[in-house]
Structure formats: structure tokens, C-alpha cells
């Protein structure tokens, strides 16, 4: 739980140092009081955590931009259908976000194997 210190700065490169590494897989990252990221002095970036929240949010849907529906919903597969999709590597290892008020919830998936594209990283 990042119950630290209240600047957007400050959780922001808590959870980029701690999420990936430091949470064990399947494990709960919670973030509480971000409605002081929208009260001076604690909004010291131009981001706050929750702009950062909604970036991996656009990135599970980014398969929608990338394709019309019928390439993305072929069944069977045919060579039309979207086999793969480039993402962040923090994309894949988000299991799904809770929001409530001013508190996230990220879950972290397990990771029961790491893909190719991965694994030369």
C-alpha cells in the first residue's frame, strides 16, 4: 500500500520503482489519498497518478484502434485476424484496476510464462 508521501511526483516513481519488481505476482498495489493530487503544493507534476493510471487503461484497448471489429473478432482465425498486439510491458503485467474515491487498486498477474518478445528484454 503506497501511503507515503502525497506528492503526484512521489507516488508516480513509487510505483514505477516498486510495481514490476518489487510486488510478487498476483499481489494488490493499493493507492490511497490521490485526491490530493489535484491540491497545490501536492500536484508538483504535470501528471497525476491517475493521468498514469489511464495509461495502461488505453493500452488493454488499444486493439480496438488498431483494427475494425471484423479483424479483430474473425472466429475462425483467418489471415485477416490480429494475431498479436505491440504493448508496453506494464500492460501485460496488469491484471485489472479498481478505482474507487481516491483510491486505485492494481492487481498484478501472474506471469506463467513470459512471451518471446519478452524474454530477450
Partial sequence: MDDGSHPSSHIIASFNHLFANGLKDTGIYFVEDLHAN?????????????????????????????????????????ARAISALDVPRITTMIKEMRFFDSIVAIYKARREYVPYNLSTE
Fill in 38 to 78: 489535484y491540491w497545490h503544493p501536492w500536484r508538483d507534476s504535470t501528471k497525476s497518478f491517475l493521468d498514469v493510471c489511464k495509461e495502461p487503461l488505453e493500452h488493454m484497448h488499444a486493439h480496438y484502434r488498431s483494427s475494425t471489429p471484423v479483424d479483430f473478432f474473425i472466429c475462425p482465425p483467418s
